[in-house]
């Protein structure tokens, strides 16, 4: 069974920092394209992804702020978070789309609070 958990979420004042972490089991990240969401309300937005090839790419709103990383070993990947802003307030999500079956598997969310 595939499970993805996602850990390191909390709040924060403006200009800080948060590394954001998700664990897999039943799927080694590597072989795979793993992407970052966040929902806030009304809205989901990719923030950023990396593939197999360890390829990354970025929403605008996070270029040169968040970086996105992986630890093969520990079948991990991070979002190192900095100079957040209070509109990064969201639940952040680890997802990996399913190339097979067109679904997407999806960890249970952390929450990012952003204070001003």
């Known amino acids: 069974q595939v499970q993805l958990v996602e850990s390191g979420g909390g709040l924060v004042q403006a200009g800080g920092s948060l590394r954001l972490s998700c664990a897999a089991s039943?799927?080694?990240?590597?072989?795979?394209?793993v992407g970052w969401y966040r929902q806030a309300p009304g809205q989901r937005e990719l923030v950023a992804g990396i593939t197999s090839g360890g390829y990354t790419n970025y929403a605008d709103s996070v270029k040169g702020r968040f970086t996105i990383f992986r630890d093969n070993a520990k079948n991990t990947v991070y979002l190192q978070m900095n100079s957040l802003k209070p509109e990064d307030t969201a639940v952040y999500y680890c997802?990996?789309?399913?190339?097979?079956?067109?679904?997407?598997?999806w960890g249970q969310g952390t929450q990012v609070t952003v204070s001003s």
């Open positions: 997802n990996v789309p399913v190339v097979t079956t067109g679904g997407d598997i």
């Open positions: 039943g799927i080694i990240f590597s072989h795979n394209y």
